[in-house]
């Protein structure tokens, strides 16, 4: 039984995630760098404990200054939320250690699907079919990987996921400097270096099928379409992934229950597919061993609280349903409302919040740490918060996004509210189905009219 | 005691069996501000007073006296009217692309318009910063690793 609980991260989902545990009666404490100790999650907390300067490798990213925090405030488990430290199997250890439960998968399941190159291949002993690809630990093995898979091509982060130190190389000639800048990006988002290469597969949609494990017995909570991005960063997810043949959809949720089933995966995971709609079929992108930023849409169309379900996996209880007594009904959207200038090449806008207006009503949610007097410090990532909507089919939730983001007001920094008014008035997206090279045509053709 | 959707849509709820279009509630702890924007829909804005509770005071005052005293000093470069390399964006800045790296430029160094002289990394992201002009590094600033504000001089250049 699990009495408090150290939130070891930050923003909207350290928040998300004290909810729950007030709504438990959990005690909290929040692991808070100097640049975060006046956030609403900090004062949303019972205690507070500082754990090292605003850099995230130097208080986020510390493994010992986590666990040391969770010791001093005599917690029984560390929720590590998404990002920073949630799927290292290093904090995993070191709580095991000290007596602590982590609140995730085991740390050999981290092993197993943290390293991006260790979760192909048991996707592959799995059964599920993956994309070409190999590794890259150094230039000459670069070279050889991609002589072999050919261009273009994707250098991915072995330690990463979420998109991070992810980048597109169109040539031979980029191939080294590309890997370069992603070895650096990978460093200083996750501490680990390593990079690997895979095919980049320009028109597929990015559908994920999220899962729910308790060692033994896995269920799946359905999918989601995360095909609106840039550079790899999820800006728009629904449930469920709408236009997918029945027999696909049931085939991916029964490769993605299989994977877990394979693994005896203990606790909530995504598993990533890359689908090609002109061949009808899918192919295992990763699998990520935390709770994700979307993971709200999975909620409403399942009515599940998500982190309450993690814990109780945490704390050893078998899984509360069978997957027949798991109900989907209606359609869920949400946009990630992100300090940017998406105007201006997306450029980062750090600085204080003055204006913090949001919807609010049945079907409409807003998960958010910003109020006005916040600070958004540029350590971190630029999630401001995330809108949304629920309804009882995908052309209501889309009528209920336009009026609900047309309510949202945010000053003191630049965001991305406009850009996700005209995504949601545009034919294609309305229509569904859009594969992840959309949202480059509808920059261009948004830059486009501005011109005109 | 923090207020979550549940509790704004009971509020509103009681809000929409009269007939009020806005509600402002402030107490100690916190401000809310409810507005009816028609058919029922609604915008909330809230602010939570509530402070900290800091199990570990004090490790904070320690860590805010070692500020940086960077960019403080006018320098030589400056006053030689040498063009100055400013960082675009506030962040970390990286004198290497990666750790272990020769950095991209030293003092000495010969530079066009579109050579990578550092990376800024801002919100997660690694912005590279070009040097704008053609010339030769005459005195670096900026630290490797330290942090800059938005428009600080990175670097000096000396046109040519």
Redesign the interface.
């Known amino acids: 039984m699990i009495r408090h609980i150290l939130v070891a991260n930050r923003g909207e989902i350290a928040v998300r995630i004290l909810r729950t545990c007030h709504a438990l009666g959990i005690e909290t404490t929040l692991a808070a760098s100097e640049a975060d100790l006046d956030s609403l999650a900090a004062r949303m907390a019972d205690h507070c404990i500082c754990i090292g300067p605003p850099p995230s490798m130097d208080s986020y990213l510390k493994v010992e200054s986590v666990v040391a925090a969770a010791l001093t405030a005599k917690a029984d488990a560390i929720h590590p939320g998404y990002g920073f430290l949630s799927e290292n199997q290093r904090l995993a250890l070191a709580c095991n250690d000290a007596g602590i439960t982590f609140i995730g998968a085991t740390a050999a399941q981290l092993d197993a699907v943290g390293d991006k190159l260790k979760a192909r291949h048991h996707a592959i002993e799995s059964g599920l079919p993956v994309v070409p690809g190999g590794s890259a630990g150094n230039a000459n093995e670069a070279e050889a990987t991609a002589a072999e898979i050919g261009y273009p091509l994707l250098v991915k982060a072995v330690g990463g996921g979420g998109g991070r130190g992810m980048k597109l190389v169109e040539s031979h000639e980029a191939l080294a400097q590309t890997v370069d800048l992603a070895v650096a990006e990978a460093e200083a988002a996750f501490g680990d270096a390593r990079v690997y290469l895979e095919r980049y597969v320009s028109s597929g949609r990015h559908v994920e099928v999220q899962v729910l494990g308790d060692g033994e017995n896995c269920i799946h909570l359905g999918t989601r379409d995360c095909s609106i991005q840039r550079r790899y960063q999820k800006l728009v997810e629904e449930a469920p992934a709408p236009h997918l043949s029945d027999a696909l959809r049931e085939q991916m949720h029964q490769s993605a229950v299989g994977f877990a089933k394979y693994l005896k995966y203990r606790g909530l995971g995504t598993v990533e597919l890359l689908v090609d709609c002109e061949r009808d079929t899918f192919y295992f992108l990763e699998m990520n061993a935390r709770i994700q930023v979307e993971h709200p849409v999975t909620e409403a169309i399942c009515g599940l609280d998500l982190v309450a379900e993690q814990i109780a996996v945490a704390e050893g209880r078998p899984l509360r349903f069978t997957q027949e007594q798991i109900n989907f009904s209606g359609h869920a959207i949400e946009c990630r409302i992100n300090a940017e200038n998406w105007r201006k090449d997306f450029q980062p806008s750090p600085g204080t919040i003055s204006v913090a207006e949001f919807p609010a009503g049945v079907g409409i949610r807003m998960d958010t740490h910003i109020q006005p007097g916040a600070k958004v410090p540029p350590f971190y990532d630029s999630l401001l918060g995330k809108l949304i909507v629920y309804s009882e089919d995908r052309n209501s939730a889309l009528a209920t996004m336009r009026e609900a983001l047309d309510r949202c007001q945010i000053s003191g920094v630049e965001t991305n509210l406009s850009m996700h008014s005209e995504l949601m008035k545009s034919e294609d997206f309305s229509n569904g189905g859009v594969n992840t090279a959309y949202f480059t045509d509808f920059l261009e053709q948004t830059a486009q009219r501005q011109g005109d | 005691m ?1 207020l ?2 549940d509790d ?2 009971e509020i ?1 709820h009681q809000l929409e069996a009269g007939p009020f279009e806005e509600l402002s509630l402030q107490t100690s702890r916190f401000k809310l ?3 009816a ?1 028609g058919n ?9 007073f ?7 005071p004090g ?2 005052a320690a ?2 006296a070692k500020e940086d005293t960077n960019n403080t000093a006018s320098s030589a470069a400056e006053k030689n009217g040498h063009f100055a390399v400013r960082t675009p ?4 800045f ?1 004198r290497a ?3 272990g ?1 020769p950095d991209f430029v030293e003092v000495g160094s010969q530079v066009n318009q579109d050579t990578v002289i550092g ?1 800024v ?6 912005n590279s910063v070009m040097a704008g002009v053609k010339g030769r590094v005459v005195e670096i600033c900026a630290s490797d690793a330290g942090f800059v504000e938005q428009g600080e001089t990175i670097l000096f250049i000396e046109e040519g």
Request: proline content about 4%; hydrophobic content about 35%.
């Open positions: 923090f979550n959707d704004v849509n509103i501000k409810l507005r924007k029922g829909s609604w915008t909330k804005s809230i602010e939570d509530q402070e900290t509770n800091l199990v570990n490790q904070e860590d805010s964006l506030v962040g970390t990286y692309p990666k750790p790296a990376i990394e801002t919100m997660k992201l690694m």
